[in-house]
Each structure stands twice: as structure tokens, then as C-alpha cells.
């Protein structure tokens, strides 16, 4: 349907008008903004730094590595050695190790969007790229082991154990899957939602809140205890 496109794919692309809330939450935020960008810099250049030397890692893309193509313009331009938050880096393993390392994060939520104070991390060829052929998501720069990090301003210790505990049991060797870490370490709960699962859920809910409104958003919220089905995948 042509107007459903026109509405869902115009707002995904190019946003909507603000409401009067959303303009005051925006002009709280940027009160703090300098600051909070100091420690999303600061936390995403160790998470870096750490990734580039992990076995299970294949390549790190951030300019704040000497090692990045434009490194030495990153550090021309971004100021007192502060290169943003956004890490990207390919796992061992490929597509399915991607995932399933997604699936086994604790402190980072699966989201596509960049700039939260908590850490996020998406997995774009089978999220925001997931509509492009495999040419396609190449000629953007996707690859299937290509994992994108919006790092936080949480503690870096806390930061960096997550990735270090869910990256300990991915092969070294490419395409190999190992055993699940020492069973004393702790493990995800059973009844934790799987990546695809939390996927199709995210997808749901921004497509009933852009297409039908946020007063239906918060109408179908309050049936999810009938829906008990939908809104437990």
C-alpha cells in the first residue's frame, strides 16, 4: 500500500515534527551533553583498545586507533583526543557467531539507535541492512561479522567484562562454534528472549507507534496481558 509506505518510510528516513515534551527533554540533555560525551569517548576508545587485541576479533573500526585510515585526521579534528562513541568491529565466526554473541550480552541492550547514556549494540546485516542483497550490504560497508557498538557511560570495568565474559567462548578459529564457557560462570537465563525474537519485537512496536500513533502504542500495551503470546515471543 502506497500510503502506508509513504508514512512508515518518510518517518523512518526523515523523523516527524517534535512535541513540545520531546523539544524540553531535548534541551535538557543537551545541558550535559559535553560531559557525558567526555566519558562516551573515554569508554569507547578503552572498549576499542581491548577488542583490537582479543582473539575473537578480526578487525576494529574506530579513529581513535592508530591503526584506522584516518586517524591521523580524526585526531586533526575531534578535540582533546576524544573520538566518539561508536565502535565497529567484525567477530570471529561470522553471521552465527554475531548473533549469538549479541544473544548472550547482559549490560547492552539490542537497539539500532547511537548516543544512549547505556551501551547498545545491532548487528546490521540482519537488522537495519536486512532488506539490502548481500552485494548491497557490502557496497555499504556491512559485512556478516560486522558488529556495531554504541558504547555507554557505564562504569568501564562493567563495560569491558561483558564483552570480555560473552567473546571468551567464540572460536578463534573462523566459522567454529566452542562449548559454552565453565558452568561457573554465569550463564543467560533460559527465558531469555533470543535476538530474532527481541528483533521482531522492537519492529512491532515502532511500527504500531509511528503508523498508528503513540495513543495506540499505549492502547496495545495495555492488552499485551491477552496478548500474553505476542508480546512474550
Known amino acids: 500500500d502506497f500510503g502506508i509506505k509513504a508514512r512508515i518510510q518518510g518517518l523512518r528516513d526523515t523523523g516527524a515534527a517534535l512535541s513540545p515534551f520531546s523539544s524540553f527533554l531535548l534541551l535538557q540533555g543537551l545541558e550535559t551533553l559535553p560531559l557525558r560525551m567526555e566519558r562516551?569517548?573515554?569508554?569507547?576508545?578503552?572498549?576499542?583498545?581491548?577488542?583490537?587485541?582479543?582473539?575473537?576479533?578480526?578487525?576494529?573500526?574506530?579513529?581513535?586507533?592508530?591503526?584506522?585510515?584516518?586517524?591521523?585526521?580524526?585526531?586533526?579534528?575531534?578535540?582533546?583526543?576524544?573520538?566518539?562513541?561508536?565502535?565497529?568491529?567484525?567477530?570471529?565466526?561470522?553471521?552465527?557467531?554475531?548473533?549469538?554473541?549479541?544473544?548472550?550480552?547482559?549490560?547492552?541492550?539490542?537497539?539500532?539507535?547511537?548516543?544512549?547514556?547505556?551501551?547498545?549494540?545491532?548487528?546490521?546485516?540482519?537488522?537495519?541492512?536486512?532488506?539490502l542483497s548481500p552485494e548491497e550490504q557490502l557496497a555499504t560497508g556491512v559485512t556478516a561479522d560486522f558488529i556495531?557498538?554504541?558504547?555507554?557511560?557505564?562504569?568501564?570495568?562493567?563495560?569491558?567484562?561483558?564483552?570480555?565474559?560473552?567473546?571468551?567462548?567464540?572460536?578463534t578459529v573462523s566459522g567454529a562454534l566452542p562449548q559454552e564457557p565453565s558452568p561457573a560462570l554465569p550463564s543467560p537465563s533460559p527465558a531469555a528472549p533470543s535476538c530474532s525474537a527481541a528483533i521482531a519485537r522492537i519492529s512491532c512496536v515502532i511500527f504500531i507507534e509511528q503508523y498508528f500513533g503513540p495513543h495506540m502504542l499505549q492502547k496495545w500495551a495495555l492488552l499485551k496481558v491477552s496478548w500474553g503470546s505476542v508480546w512474550s515471543w
Do not use: C, M
Request: proline share 3%; charged share 15%; glycine share 8%.
Open 40 to 131: 562516551h569517548s573515554q569508554n569507547a576508545q578503552a572498549v576499542a583498545e581491548f577488542l583490537a587485541q582479543h582473539p575473537s576479533v578480526s578487525w576494529v573500526n574506530y579513529p581513535g586507533l592508530p591503526s584506522h585510515r584516518d586517524h591521523a585526521r580524526a585526531a586533526q579534528y575531534h578535540r582533546g583526543g576524544l573520538f566518539g562513541a561508536i565502535v565497529g568491529f567484525g567477530i570471529k565466526g561470522g553471521y552465527d557467531a554475531a548473533l549469538k554473541f549479541i544473544d548472550k550480552l547482559k549490560l547492552f541492550s539490542l537497539l539500532a539507535n547511537v548516543g544512549d547514556a547505556k551501551s547498545l549494540v545491532i548487528h546490521p546485516a540482519s537488522t537495519t541492512h536486512q532488506q
Open 148 to 171: 556495531r557498538l554504541s558504547v555507554g557511560i557505564e562504569h568501564i570495568d562493567d563495560i569491558l567484562a561483558d564483552l570480555e565474559f560473552r567473546l571468551s567462548w567464540i572460536a
